[in-house]
């Protein structure tokens, strides 16, 4: 045979069995998951390798996207919703305020700069008037913009703490909820009829005044000078109810 001629087979078993001699390895006192079973208990194995090693079970993690909205997941992983500063429970304490203004206010559901509310209204009043003929989007978001940043000048100018842009845009998105039930009153009416328009669009422009001054003269402390807040806000409600209307 060839390799018989090359080189002898049992002197290379031998040999390397003196390879062996002097050598020292380490011992493990973990065993291997895969050896001890296979097939339908080898996910059993892994868990008690795990756990032996760590001291603790393998974490289950859920996959589904549904698991993506709840706390499903890894362990101590926030919600989704949580995670992108969108907070329920404050979206519906902002919105009451809105619609009850003679109610004390809670100055801590200010404290963040939640958007998720006034941009769910924005959306909510293009639709209604686009539905009512009426293609204003652009203006909406263009008024929304131009307003939230003057009066957020003015509003610095005259405290002293001042407030950030985002929390001024938030709290005149929120009541901004009164020009969107004039909106939807456009949908079975025309408001361009007669006074009908005019007398409808009063109402609205004067509860989310009322309502956005009140809350930025609690947050801010300008409870002297609610006339002053109270003139530019009404300025940019009215704008709005103008596009509503015409």
Same mark, same amino acid.
């Given at each position: 045979?060839?390799?018989?001629?090359?080189?002898?087979?049992?002197?290379?078993?031998?040999?390397?069995?003196?390879?062996?001699?002097?050598?020292?390895?380490?011992?493990?006192?973990?065993?291997?998951?895969?050896?001890?079973?296979?097939?339908?208990?080898?996910?059993?194995?892994?868990?008690?390798?795990?756990?032996?090693?760590?001291?603790?079970?393998?974490?289950?993690?859920?996959?589904?996207?549904? *698991?993506?909205? /709840? +706390?499903? &997941?890894?362990?101590?992983?926030?919600? $989704? @919703?949580?995670?992108? =500063? #969108?907070?329920?429970?404050?979206?519906?304490?902002?919105?009451?305020?809105?619609?009850?203004?003679?109610?004390?206010?809670?100055?801590?559901?200010?404290?963040?700069?939640?958007?998720?509310?006034?941009?769910?209204?924005?959306?909510?009043?293009?639709?209604?008037?686009?539905?009512?003929?009426?293609?204003?989007?652009?203006?909406?978001?263009?008024? *929304?913009?131009? /307003? +939230?940043? &003057?009066?957020?000048?003015?509003?610095? $100018? @005259?405290?002293?703490? =001042? #407030?950030?842009?985002?929390?001024?845009?938030?709290?005149?998105?929120?009541?901004?909820?009164?020009?969107?039930?004039?909106?939807?009153?456009?949908?079975?009416?025309?408001?361009?009829?007669?006074?009908?328009?005019?007398?409808?669009?009063?109402?609205?422009?004067?509860?989310?005044?009322?309502?956005?001054?009140?809350?930025?003269?609690?947050?801010?402390?300008?409870?002297?000078?609610?006339?002053?807040?109270?003139?530019?806000?009404?300025?940019?409600?009215?704008?709005?109810?103008?596009?509503?209307?015409?």
């Amino acid at each position: 045979m060839a390799h018989s001629v090359l080189f002898d087979q049992g002197q290379v078993y031998s040999g390397n069995n003196n390879l062996n001699d002097g050598l020292e390895f380490y011992q493990t006192q973990y065993a291997d998951p895969s050896s001890t079973a296979t097939g339908a208990g080898a996910q059993g194995s892994a868990d008690d390798f795990y756990a032996s090693s760590y001291g603790t079970s393998m974490p289950i993690v859920e996959r589904s996207w549904l *698991a993506a909205f /709840g +706390t499903g &997941g890894f362990p101590n992983e926030p919600p $989704l @919703m949580e995670e992108l =500063g #969108i907070n329920f429970q404050h979206i519906k304490s902002k919105t009451l305020a809105v619609l009850n203004p003679f109610k004390p206010l809670d100055t801590k559901i200010y404290d963040d700069s939640d958007m998720a509310g006034p941009l769910l209204f924005i959306l909510v009043l293009g639709t209604f008037l686009l539905l009512s003929g009426k293609s204003q989007f652009g203006y909406i978001y263009g008024v *929304a913009l131009l /307003g +939230t940043v &003057g009066i957020w000048t003015i509003l610095n $100018l @005259m405290s002293q703490g =001042g #407030i950030e842009v985002m929390r001024t845009a938030s709290i005149l998105g929120y009541c901004l909820l009164p020009i969107v039930f004039l909106g939807s009153i456009g949908l079975g009416v025309d408001l361009k009829t007669g006074q009908l328009g005019t007398l409808a669009a009063i109402l609205p422009i004067v509860w989310s005044t009322y309502s956005s001054a009140t809350m930025f003269v609690t947050v801010l402390s300008m409870s002297e000078q609610r006339l002053l807040v109270a003139y530019p806000v009404c300025l940019f409600y009215t704008s709005f109810a103008l596009l509503t209307v015409f």
